[in-house]
Nanobody, 130 residues
Framework: QVQLVESGGGLVQAGGSLRLSCAASGRTFSSCDMGWFRQAPGKEREFVAAISWRGGLTYYADSVKGRFTISRDNAQNTVYLQMNSAKPEDTAIYYC???WGPGRAFIAAIIITPAQYPYWGQGTQVTVSS
């Protein structure tokens, strides 16, 4: 079991930066692929970024590529999402998610799909003002 708690959300002006954190409990964090997703009002939950359990692989949605960076600190049981050059369309509730990594293929078809992650945090609101 993995329990996830996001933090760091808030209000930021367009062009600004924000860093989200996701703290995990349990000894299995270092063996989990981690993902960030977001959901805007009236829209489906969408993939933002993912990082492999060993940290060597990352993948980003086209909409955030070059602006957002996902990273992890296994010693701190934490995954981060650095958001730079924020845009109003980034406004959403951001969720982190975890899935057991070893033996799991780190490929787009799997890592962008919410149903492939058994563990979710409660979300943190990000609002980007224009």
């Amino acid at each position: 079991q993995v329990q996830l708690v996001e933090s760091g959300g808030g209000l930021v002006q367009a062009g600004g930066s924000l860093r989200l954190s996701c703290a995990a409990s349990g000894r299995t964090f270092s063996s989990c692929d981690m993902g960030w997703f977001r959901q805007a009002p009236g829209k489906e939950r969408e993939f933002v970024a993912a990082i492999s359990w060993r940290g060597g692989l990352t993948y980003y949605a086209d909409s955030v590529k070059g602006r957002f960076t996902i990273s992890r600190d296994n010693a701190q049981n934490t995954v981060y999402l650095q958001m730079n050059s924020a845009k109003p369309e980034d406004t959403a509730i951001y969720y982190c998610a975890a899935a057991w990594g070893p033996g799991r293929a780190f490929i787009a078809a799997i890592i962008i799909t919410p149903a492939q992650y058994p563990y979710w945090g409660q979300g943190t609101q990000v609002t980007v003002s224009s």
